[in-house]
T-cell receptor, first 117, second 113 residues
């Protein structure tokens, strides 16, 4: 079974631009979560989508947004990029079965490394 | 406010010996805990998890211990192997936001031959 796929792997943008990152979850997984990893703040939760609806949101400004499509694929968008947005953006998918906690384990992609100049 | 803390940024262990990685948390609402391993240029890989109704969970060379009263968990790796060299993250979630993981800062484990 293919794992979580994130594209692109690397991205260079300049301040003020916007960027869209893509995530394809493991087949059958309906929940997709996004995380930002920086040396200073570590891994921080951005948001989670389930059945095309944002179900949880972290403490990030409105410049960070996302969406999920009917096939569970997800995109994350950052508008008006700032230097501090340079980070590794990780996507994780999980099966999410209401019964078994074990099925809530999140499986991560390799990430998209975003550099803002 | 760091709700999950890994106070040791790095740990060096000899091959074949036991590696013990520690994690403390402050939020008493956390009821599910996970350990992930991360190699450079890869995403975190799930290792082992434990529910708050248990105090120990074992999977091969990996054992996680949970002490709820101390709000402390630890990951034991026995015996340690060179391939275990990686950054290890502790993560926690509460029942309400099971998909919202709160991560520690990570501990870099180095296994020396």
């Amino acid at each position: 079974k293919a794992g979580v796929t994130q594209t692109p792997r690397y991205l260079i943008k300049t301040r003020g631009q916007q960027v869209t990152l893509s995530c394809s979850p493991i087949s059958g997984h309906r929940s997709v979560s996004w995380y930002q990893q920086t040396p200073g703040q570590g891994l921080q939760f951005l948001f989670e989508y389930f059945s095309e609806t944002q179900r949880n949101k972290g403490n990030f400004p409105g410049r960070f947004s996302g969406r999920q499509f009917s096939n569970s694929r997800s995109e994350m968008n950052v508008s008006t990029l700032e230097l501090g947005d340079s980070a590794l953006y990780l996507c994780a998918s999980s099966l999410v079965d209401g019964g078994a906690i074990a099925k809530n384990i999140q499986y991560f992609g390799a990430g998209t490394r975003l550099s803002v100049l | 406010d760091q709700q999950v803390k890994q106070n040791s940024p790095s740990l060096s262990v000899q091959e074949g010996r036991i590696s013990i990685l520690n994690c403390d948390y402050t939020n008493s609402m956390f009821d599910y805990f996970l350990w992930y391993k991360k190699y450079p240029a890869e995403g975190p890989t799930f290792l082992i998890s434990i529910s708050s109704i248990k105090d120990k969970n074992e999977d091969g060379r990996f054992t996680v211990f949970l002490n709820k009263s101390a709000k402390h968990l630890s990951l034991h790796i026995v015996p340690s192997q060179p391939g275990d060299s990686a950054v290890y993250f502790c993560a926690a979630s509460d029942g309400q936001g099971a998909q919202k993981l709160v991560f520690g800062q990570g501990t870099r484990l180095t296994i020396n031959p």
